[in-house]
Each structure stands twice: as structure tokens, then as C-alpha cells.
């Protein structure tokens, strides 16, 4: 990767619906060479996916909660079902297994308390579930899909 790769990568993460001329312009190559770089980072699955980030607000999902979950079990099958249940669950932005002593972290968004507490009882008709922990979210001060780049080694 180089710095036209890393530069082509920040204007995408700001604005993916920027045109493939504007973004050669901006970095000082051709229209085709700029194209054919921006193909092989998909093709390289370092652009995985462009999307539009939707306004929370004004779609009634505001409220973000934070849930630490844990579980007495540690095996494929549990952890299977566990995953499989997750992924219905449209409210869940993020999960991740985690070192310590939360096995699971949730990223939330929901309408109001009572849209949390029908994922609660979702969450916690899955066996094995020992705790959930959870957290609303008073203010949000800092929010990114903006990957850094510079940590990227020059080519």
C-alpha cells in the first residue's frame, strides 16, 4: 500500500459516493490508474463494503446501551447457538468476545427503555447466560467508522 492507496482510502472512508475523477483529482492520478486502484483494494478486501450511515434520531433508535454478558459456558456448541441468536437480533450494532472478566460486549440502539428490555428478554432466554450487565449511553462525544490509516507501512 502506498500513500495514492492510503489517500484514496481516507477520501472513501469520509465519502464512498465521491466519483472516481474527483478522487484522482484530488490525489493527483488519472482517472483509470485511480479506478484500478480503488478495484484492487475491494478485490483485496480492504474496502469490504461502501454503506450510508443513517441519522439514529430520526429513525426512533437514539438510545444506545452497552451490555456486558456472561456465560458459564465455553464450548463450540453454546457458542454457535449464542451467535446465531445475535444475528436476529437487529437492535445489536456490534458484538464482540472479549478477554476478562465480560465474555461478551453488546453495542445496542433502541427507542426507549422498554425497546432494551424486549432485547433483555430475548438475551436472556438463551441457557447459559450467567449476567448481563447494562449501560445507557448519556452523551455520545465521539462516533467514527474512520479507520486510522497511518499505522499502514509505506510500500
Avoid at 445475535?86 to 460486549?105: F, H, K, N, S, W
Wanted: with cysteine; net charge neutral; glycine share 4%.
Amino acid at each position: 500500500m502506498d500513500k495514492f492507496d492510503r489517500a484514496i482510502l481516507q477520501i472513501l472512508q469520509d465519502d464512498c459516493t465521491r466519483p472516481v475523477a474527483e478522487i484522482a483529482e484530488r490525489i493527483g492520478l488519472g482517472s483509470t490508474a485511480c479506478w484500478r486502484r480503488v478495484q484492487k483494494l475491494e478485490e483485496s478486501g480492504l474496502i469490504r463494503r461502501r454503506v450510508a450511515l443513517l441519522d439514529p434520531r430520526a429513525l426512533n433508535v437514539a438510545v444506545t446501551v452497552f451490555a456486558a454478558i456472561r456465560t458459564n459456558q465455553h464450548n463450540a456448541d453454546w457458542l454457535e447457538h449464542f451467535h446465531a441468536t445475535i444475528a436476529t437480533l437487529p437492535q445489536v450494532m456490534e458484538c464482540y468476545r472479549m478477554a476478562g472478566d465480560t465474555d461478551y460486549m453488546l453495542r445496542m440502539v433502541v427507542p426507549d427503555i422498554a425497546g432494551y428490555d424486549a432485547v433483555y428478554k430475548q438475551l436472556i432466554r438463551v441457557p447459559g447466560i450467567t449476567d448481563i450487565s447494562s449501560s445507557f449511553a448519556m452523551e455520545q462525544i465521539k462516533s467514527t467508522t474512520q479507520l486510522p490509516l497511518h499505522y499502514v507501512p509505506a510500500s
